[in-house]
C-alpha cells in the first residue's frame, strides 16, 4: 500500500506565526529619516524672514560704486579654530543637490600648449560645453598686467574656471581682486588621465558641469566663512537642501555657530554649539619641567664630565673637573669686580 502523509490537525503555535509573517510582509517599510544638524523648519523661517526684510529694507543705491545683489543667500560657518594655518589659493568645492549656477557666464583660462591649431580652438569653441571664452595663459599674463584691464575683465564674467596645472602662476595673473571676492578661480582638469599632454572635450565638460553644480570657498586664515546656497528667489526647499549640504562639510565638533545671511542683511542664526571648546584636545596641560641643578645651569660640562657627576667618584671628580670649578669661579669673580665702582686714592 502506498503510505499517505498524515492529516493531523496544525498546532495553535503554527498558526499564529503564520499570521504574524502576513502582517509583517504587508506593513510597508518606513523609509530612514536623514538627521541633519539643524531643522529644516529653522532654515525655512530664516529665509522667510530675510525675504520679508530684503523687500521692506533694500533700495537701490544710483551712487553706489560696487553693486551688491541682495537676492544672494549665503551660509555663514564660524569654527572654534582657525580654518587654514596658511594663506590658500585653492578653493574647497562643496557639491550640491541644486545648482545654484545655470546662469553665469563663464571663462576658460588653459596652457597655450593645449590648443595649438584653428582646428582644435574651433572644435572647443563647437563643442556643447558650458564657456563663454577662452583666455590662453600667455594672453593672460600679456594683454592683462594693468590693474584696470584686470577689473573689466573681472566685471565681465561671473565665473573663471582655469586649467589645474596653472594652479602657482593664477595668484600671480589674476591679483588680489579674484581672490578677495565671490568670484575665486575655480581649478577643473582638463585632460584624460592616460594624455596629460592633450585636452579632453569629455573631460572638460564633465569638470564644468561638476562646478556649476556646486559652491565653493577659499579656506582663510580665520575662523569665518560665508558660503554661497543660492538666490531669494530660489524655491524654499532647494535652498534648505543646499544649506544642510554645505554644513556636512565641517566636522560637527569644530563648529561654533552657524548663520544665514544676504549680501546686505543681518546674520540669522542657525546653530550654537554646546561646548566652546573641547577639554581634551583645547585645553593646555602645564608641562613639568625638571629643574636643572644650579652648578649645572651655570657651568657647561661636557657628555663625560657629566658621566663622572653621576659616578660620584670624589677623586677622579676633584682631579678633573676641580680645576674647571676653580676656573668658573675666577671668571665670577672677575665679572663682579667689574661692575663695582672703587674710589680713588688721594
Request: proline letters at 5%; one cysteine or more; hydrophobic letters at 35%.
Amino acid at each position: 500500500m502506498a503510505k499517505t502523509r498524515s492529516k493531523s490537525k496544525v498546532s495553535p503555535a503554527a498558526k499564529v506565526t503564520k499570521v504574524t509573517r502576513a502582517k509583517k510582509q504587508q506593513e510597508p517599510v518606513p523609509e530612514p529619516v536623514p538627521t541633519t544638524l539643524i531643522s529644516s523648519e529653522i532654515t525655512a523661517k530664516a529665509i522667510a524672514a530675510l525675504v520679508k526684510w530684503t523687500e521692506k529694507e533694500t533700495k537701490p543705491k544710483k551712487d553706489s560704486l560696487f553693486e551688491e545683489d541682495p537676492a544672494k543667500l549665503y551660509i555663514t560657518v564660524n569654527t572654534k579654530k582657525y580654518i587654514s594655518a596658511k594663506p590658500q589659493f585653492k578653493p574647497k568645492v562643496i557639491s550640491l543637490p541644486h545648482s545654484i549656477n545655470s546662469d553665469v557666464k563663464t571663462c576658460l583660462i588653459i596652457r597655450d600648449e593645449l590648443v595649438k591649431t584653428t582646428d582644435q580652438l574651433e572644435s572647443l569653441e563647437n563643442a556643447d560645453v558650458h564657456i563663454d571664452q577662452i583666455l590662453p595663459a600667455t594672453t593672460l599674463k600679456n594683454d592683462y598686467k594693468n590693474f584696470e584691464k584686470r577689473r573689466d575683465l573681472f566685471a565681465q564674467y561671473d565665473l573663471f574656471i582655469f586649467d589645474d596645472a596653472l594652479m602657482n602662476l593664477m595668484p600671480t595673473f589674476l591679483g588680489k581682486i579674484f581672490y578677495k571676492s565671490t568670484k575665486i578661480p575655480v581649478p577643473i582638469r582638463v585632460t584624460a588621465t592616460k594624455n596629460l599632454k592633450e585636452l579632453s572635450l569629455v573631460t572638460l565638460k564633465n569638470q564644468v558641469e561638476k562646478v556649476l553644480s556646486s559652491t565653493w570657498y577659499l579656506p582663510p586664515m580665520g575662523n569665518t566663512v560665508s558660503i554661497r546656497i543660492g538666490n531669494l528667489t530660489d524655491d524654499s526647499e532647494k535652498l534648505v537642501s543646499n544649506a544642510n549640504k554645505v554644513v556636512e562639510a565641517f566636522e560637527v565638533k569644530d563648529l561654533k555657530n552657524i548663520m544665514i545671511k544676504t549680501d546686505v542683511s543681518p546674520s540669522l542664526p542657525l546653530y550654537y554649539t554646546d561646548k566652546l571648546y573641547d577639554e581634551e584636545e583645547d585645553v593646555a596641560k602645564e608641562e613639568k619641567k625638571e629643574e636643572q641643578p644650579e652648578d649645572e645651569e651655570a657651568i657647561k660640562f661636557t657628555s663625560f664630565e657629566k658621566g663622572l657627576l653621576e659616578l660620584g667618584d670624589v677623586e677622579t671628580v676633584t682631579k678633573i673637573i676641580g680645576k674647571k670649578l676653580n676656573k668658573e669661579s675666577t671668571k665670577d669673580k672677575a665679572a663682579k669686580s667689574k661692575g663695582k665702582i672703587t674710589k680713588k686714592k688721594k
